[in-house]
């Protein structure tokens, strides 16, 4: 048997036999506006509220700004949560070399960044005894690692060390208005365990966002496009 968690999503687990693998690693995709915050605002929310800890690490907006986004969208406090040591923020967000660097010292410092990322959310994780992870998003990670070869390792390196935690992931990452593709760089959806694909559809009246489960591993999942809805209650898929 396949040990298997809570999306948070109502209506998703059932299109996935009956949740995310226990130790897997997420990737949560769609251009802007199609809800991938409040994809995984819910999946560390579901398991907040059933005891699980959740670590939340956002890398390019500001912590404040997620807690207050999250709770005007579901009328949540994740500030609770973290006084009953159930969630933990860490804000990782790149800053610009003092300097022109060169090749080598691109190099260092991916090495140092990704090591620096690693180390505070492994820190977390054993501090409140984490189960779930938030990585939002990956895409400034992807754009700040120029070099093919070292944003491929890099991105490895995260993914390989987020199953040792052994933690459940969902990573979020943005993709371009104009491309096709389901990341940044086209690598992180051959590493990760599975590709969950948000779309906007602005000439839909009755639903504008929709789901879709790209891959899955080890589990026999919808291969349907879905509509869904971001209310209060949360992220509800719609029956059609």
Not at 30 to 40: E, L, N, R
Not at 97 to 113: F, H, N, Q, W
Not at 191 to 216: G, Q, S, Y
Request: glycine share 6%; net charge negative; aromatic share 8%.
């Amino acid at each position: 048997m396949v040990e298997r968690i809570k999306s948070g999503i109502i209506g998703l687990d059932e299109l996935i036999e009956g949740g995310f693998v226990k130790g897997s690693v997420i990737y949560v995709t769609g251009k802007t506006g199609t809800g991938k915050t409040s994809f995984a605002a819910s999946f560390i929310y579901a398991g907040c509220i059933r005891g699980e800890r959740g670590v939340y690490v956002t890398t390019e907006e500001r912590e404040e700004d997620v807690k207050d986004d999250i709770m005007s969208v579901f009328n949540v406090d994740l500030r609770v949560l973290e006084e009953r040591r159930l969630l933990s923020f860490v804000s990782l967000r790149p800053t610009l070399p003092s300097r022109m660097v060169g090749s080598e010292d691109i190099a260092s410092i991916t090495k140092l960044y990704v090591y620096d990322l690693m180390n505070k959310i492994e820190n977390e994780v054993f501090s409140i005894k984490a189960s779930r992870v938030v990585i939002d998003s990956m895409s400034i990670i992807e754009t700040f690692i120029k070099d093919d070869y070292l944003r491929k390792v890099a991105l490895m390196q995260i993914i390989n060390k987020l199953k040792e935690l052994g933690v459940t992931a969902l990573l979020t990452g943005t993709i371009k208005e104009d491309s096709e593709a389901l990341s940044e760089s086209g690598i992180i959806e051959f590493l990760v365990d599975a590709v969950i694909k948000l779309d906007f559809v602005p000439v839909a009246e009755e639903f504008k966002r929709t789901l879709t489960i790209r891959k899955m591993r080890r589990t026999n999942h919808s291969v349907y496009i879905h509509p869904f809805e971001i209310r209060k209650e949360g992220i509800k898929i719609i029956e059609v």
